[in-house]
Every structure is written in C-alpha cells, then in structure tokens.
C-alpha cells in the first residue's frame, strides 16, 4: 500500500529552509553557547542535511553570528548627553553590549576570535576612520562635554580621541566579552583622566 504525502514532508528550501536553521542555531546558542554549538545539532533540529548548512555557512561562527543578527537584540545606539562626560561614555558604551548582558560571557566565549579568523585581514582594516561610526559617536559625545567646559577637543591627540574604540575593541577581542563593570573601570581609570587633564 502507497504511503500517503504526509508521510512525507517536502523538504525545505530557500527561505524556509534559512528560517529554519537559523531559528534552530539561535535555539541552541540560548541553550549550550557556543563553545557546544555544533552544526549538526543545528541541522539536526532544523530537519536539515548537514552539507547543506556547509554550503551556506562555511564554519559554525557564520551560522552563530547570523543567528545573532536576525533574532538577538537589536543596536538601536543613541547618543546620551546626560550632563557629564563620565555617564555619557558609560550609557554609550552600554549600548553596545546588549547581546553579552543577554547570554553572559561564558555562552559567547570563542565566537569573536573564530569570526576575527574568518574575516580577510584587507577587509578588516580597511574601513576608514571617518566611516567608522563607533569613532564619530564618540567624538560627539568629547564634543558636547566640551560645550559643557569639561575638556578641549582641539587639544587632544588623535591617539587620545581614538583611545574609546581602541579600548572597547582590544576588550572584546581579548576577553571575547564586556561588562559593565568593566566598562566603568575604563571610563574611570582611563578615559575620563586622560580627556580631562590639565595642560
């Protein structure tokens, strides 16, 4: 006797077939983190063949770091001006860490450095500091605490007004993570003392 269609189920494509993993991928990073994450978990639960998730993804940090982007909190930054320097680089900095306060360090720990091995180093450095939109966040929020009275935009080196996103990028790169904790100690040991010195 013919088995009946529903006995077998059409397999996914297209963007069904993405929604699916992807749905999954995010499923399981919320569960093991990454360290565990594995595609065949993934194409297990998304009903998928292996290979196929392969021939989109090339490596797990593709597929976790696009999982991310489509269901993980999304970056709506804004810039604060909350009367003083110190909370200003606080709130902004903040922002840009939702997606660690959401699953913890430990759940995202190996993601950054396998997607830093995966990027061509040509295409990482080549962005350039005028489109580099954590730099010109930051040069706003130096320019309204100087219209406050707080510091001197014009006297302070290019090294110095680049020191933020050096600091926030060197911590998750190194630590593959950020707290706020740790992004009070910066603001407090490193940043505001050094845009605020006396000449």
Sequence with gaps: MPKLEADHPKRRRGADLENAVLSSAWE?????????FTMAEVAKRANAAKPVLYRRWSEKSSLAATAILKFGPKLD????????LRQDLIEFFNQLIKIFDMFGAEKLKGLVTDRLKSIPMGKLFSASNSE???????????????????????ELPLRVLHLPSVLFINEVVDQEAVTREVIAQIVDDILVPVFTAKK
């Design 77 to 84: 930054v804004t810039i604060p001006d909350t009367g003083n």
């Design 132 to 154: 580099n939109k954590l730099q010109t966040a930051v040069e706003q929020i130096l320019k309204q605490a100087e219209k406050r009275g707080e510091l001197t935009v014009a």
């Design 28 to 36: 399981l990073l919320q569960e093991v983190g990454y360290q565990d």
